[in-house]
């Protein structure tokens, strides 16, 4: 997802790619990432495009390699795909990047930024990306005795800080990116009450507690923002460069937390038709986060 400064919107920060054998050569190019990630569909029908150009060697670093092997045993490549998920090495994978110096696909330095919601946020609006209305409430370097910092305040119809208001419906979520324990408040005129976010667990996505004191978390920092109405949808972008994107729809995890499911199990997506403005988005994030194949929430 984007650059720290202009060398991330460059198109690679690796060196050019030497071709094994002269220019008559194949290109190896190197996926590294969590098993689950590389042997995707969407990862499949990637690679299978790039092979039928007949330029390019697909070699998909194995999972026990990545997590038990030295980088000096990884397979040398001339080009690199790699991105982080869960329990992947990246500051491993830069070591690897540093010393073989491959072409980089994804900017892997870059993808530190991810880890924290604020800095995602500023970097967006630092390119005139359009963020909903929020503010980051840090509760880390408090006083002792000091429950709030100064500037904030909360009722039972919204919560300000530092001049901007924002009503409920708000949506709170951890500073870490990858704390997916979201909160969404109500306010009392439609119930009260919470409706709580995670990571799939089954076929549960939500749960909304109805008797929720309504009162904001404060035992961390937390990122504040305006609750969106979307029609019961999410929209997932994926981009494969900076000029193609493929955006599907899903059922909001806010309806009512039932994930809906196809007969093999997967998630029920469909796909839809991005408007010229939302194209424009993707190809930004693609840009400033450095990172040509990535997924982001629209």
Same mark, same amino acid.
């Given at each position: 997802?984007?650059?720290?400064?202009?060398?991330?919107?460059?198109?690679? /920060?690796? &060196?050019?790619?030497?071709?094994?054998?002269?220019?008559? %050569?194949?290109?190896?190019?190197?996926?590294?990432?969590?098993?689950?990630?590389?042997?995707?569909?969407?990862?499949?029908?990637?690679?299978?495009?790039?092979?039928? /150009?007949?330029?390019?060697?697909?070699?998909? @670093?194995?999972?026990?390699?990545?997590? %038990?092997?030295?980088?000096?045993?990884?397979?040398?490549?001339?080009?690199?795909?790699?991105?982080?998920? /869960?329990? @992947?090495? !990246?500051?491993?994978?830069?070591?690897?990047?540093?010393?073989?110096?491959? @072409?980089?696909?994804?900017?892997?330095?870059?993808?530190?930024?991810?880890?924290?919601?604020?800095?995602?946020?500023?970097?967006? $609006?630092?390119? $005139?990306?359009?963020?909903?209305?929020?503010?980051?409430?840090?509760?880390? +370097?408090? !006083?002792?005795?000091?429950?709030?910092?100064? %500037?904030?305040?909360?009722?039972?119809?919204?919560?300000?800080? $530092?001049?901007?208001?924002?009503?409920?419906?708000?949506?709170?979520?951890?500073?870490?990116?990858?704390?997916?324990?979201?909160?969404?408040?109500?306010?009392?005129?439609?119930? =009260?009450?919470?409706?709580?976010?995670?990571?799939?667990?089954?076929?549960?996505?939500?749960?909304?507690?109805?008797?929720?004191?309504?009162?904001?978390?404060? $035992?961390?920092? #937390?990122?504040?923002? /305006? @609750?969106?109405?979307?029609? =019961?949808?999410?929209?997932?972008?994926?981009?494969?460069?900076? #000029?193609?994107?493929?955006?599907?729809? +899903?059922?909001?995890?806010?309806?009512?937390?039932?994930?809906?499911?196809?007969?093999? &199990?997967?998630?029920?997506? #469909?796909?839809?038709?991005?408007?010229?403005?939302?194209?424009?988005?993707?190809?930004?994030?693609?840009?400033?986060?450095?990172?040509?194949?990535? &997924? #982001?929430?629209?």
């Amino acid at each position: 997802v984007v650059t720290a400064a202009s060398s991330m919107i460059d198109p690679g /920060t690796g &060196g050019s790619p030497t071709v094994p054998g002269g220019s008559f %050569g194949k290109i190896r190019v190197g996926i590294c990432a969590m098993r689950k990630k590389a042997s995707s569909n969407p990862m499949r029908e990637i690679l299978a495009r790039i092979e039928e /150009t007949k330029d390019f060697e697909i070699v998909v @670093f194995a999972e026990d390699c990545i997590l %038990g092997s030295p980088i000096e045993d990884w397979p040398v490549v001339q080009v690199l795909m790699s991105f982080y998920s /869960t329990g @992947f090495p !990246l500051r491993k994978a830069e070591s690897y990047a540093r010393l073989r110096q491959p @072409f980089l696909i994804n900017d892997l330095r870059a993808q530190h930024l991810l880890f924290d919601r604020a800095n995602v946020y500023r970097r967006l $609006n630092a390119f $005139n990306v359009p963020t909903p209305t929020h503010f980051l409430v840090e509760r880390d +370097r408090l !006083l002792p005795g000091q429950v709030d910092p100064e %500037g904030f305040t909360e009722t039972d119809e919204y919560i300000e800080y $530092n001049g901007v208001r924002i009503a409920k419906p708000f949506v709170e979520k951890p500073l870490s990116g990858e704390d997916h324990n979201i909160y969404i408040y109500y306010p009392p005129s439609t119930g =009260g009450g919470v409706k709580k976010l995670f990571r799939k667990i089954d076929n549960r996505s939500s749960q909304y507690d109805p008797d929720h004191n309504g009162l904001v978390r404060r $035992n961390g920092s #937390f990122l504040y923002e /305006t @609750f969106m109405f979307t029609e =019961g949808t999410d929209v997932k972008v994926y981009t494969v460069g900076p #000029f193609y994107a493929h955006a599907e729809a +899903r059922k909001s995890p806010v309806v009512d937390g039932r994930v809906l499911r196809t007969a093999d &199990g997967k998630e029920l997506r #469909f796909p839809v038709l991005l408007t010229s403005h939302e194209k424009w988005i993707a190809q930004r994030v693609s840009l400033i986060f450095g990172q040509k194949v990535c &997924g #982001f929430d629209l």
